[in-house]
C-alpha cells in the first residue's frame, strides 16, 4: 500500500510541478515565447493521445467486448461534449484542466489496479504518468492564468487536485483491482472525453502560422507516451 501512495504522491506532484514552470517563465522575445507556449500545448496533446491510444483503450479493450468498448468511448465524447458547452455558456476557459483530470484521475486508478495485480510494470507506469501530466500542468496553468485567475490561487488549486492522485491510485488497488469491467469503463470513457477535448480545443490552440513546433512538440508527446507503453511491454 506503501508503494500506491507514493507512487501516486509522485505522478500527481508533476501537476503543480508543471504550473511552477509555468509560472516564473521568463524567455526572451515575443515570437520565441509564442511557439514555446504552443509547442508546449501540442506536447501535452500528444501525450493525452498517446494515453489514449496505449493505456486507456487497451486497458478497456482487455476487460470489454467490442460493442462495450465503442459504446462507452462515445459515451465519454458526448459527455464531454455536454460538459464543454455548459463551460462555454458560462464563459470559461477550462479545457486544458478538464482534459488533465480526464486522463490523469483514470490512470492514476489503472495506476493502483496494476499495483495491486503483482504485475512489474507499476513503476514505468508512474513514470509515464508523470511525464505527462508535467507538460499538461503547464498548460493548464496557462489556461486558467490568461483566463485572469491569479498566479498563486491557481499553484494552491493544483496542490489540492494533485491530493486525488494517490486516492484514486489506492481506489485502483483497493477496490477495483477485482472488478476490471468497472476500470475498464472508466478507461474507455476518459479516452471519448480525451478526443473530444484534443480536437475541438487542445489541437486549434496548439495552431500557430508559418511555425512548425507545434506539430513537431505533438509528435514528440506521442513519441513519450509510445516509448512509455514499448518498455512496459
Known sequence: MFQVILLGTLV????????????????QRDWLRTELRHSVVAF???????AVA???????????????????IAAGAIAMAVVDMRLTRQGSHKAQL????SDFIP?????????????????LLALMIALQNLPEGFNAFREQRDS??????????????????PASALAGFLLLADFPQVTGALMLTAAG??????????APQAKLANRHGPALGAVAGFLLGLCGHLMIG
Open 12 to 27: 500527481s506532484a508533476m501537476i503543480p510541478l508543471g504550473g511552477v514552470i509555468a509560472a516564473n517563465e521568463n524567455i
Open 44 to 50: 501535452g496533446g500528444g501525450a493525452l493521445l498517446s
Open 54 to 72: 496505449f493505456v486507456l483503450i487497451p486497458q478497456g479493450d482487455e476487460a470489454l467486448n467490442t460493442f462495450a468498448v465503442i459504446g462507452w
Open 98 to 101: 478538464v482534459a488533465m483530470l
Open 107 to 123: 490512470e492514476a486508478v489503472a495506476l493502483g489496479a496494476v499495483i495491486a495485480s503483482g504485475k512489474s510494470s507499476g513503476l
Open 148 to 165: 485572469g485567475a491569479k498566479s498563486g490561487a491557481i499553484l494552491r488549486n493544483f496542490v489540492g487536485l494533485a491530493c486525488i492522485g
Open 193 to 202: 472525453a480525451i478526443l473530444y477535448l484534443i480536437f475541438q480545443d487542445i
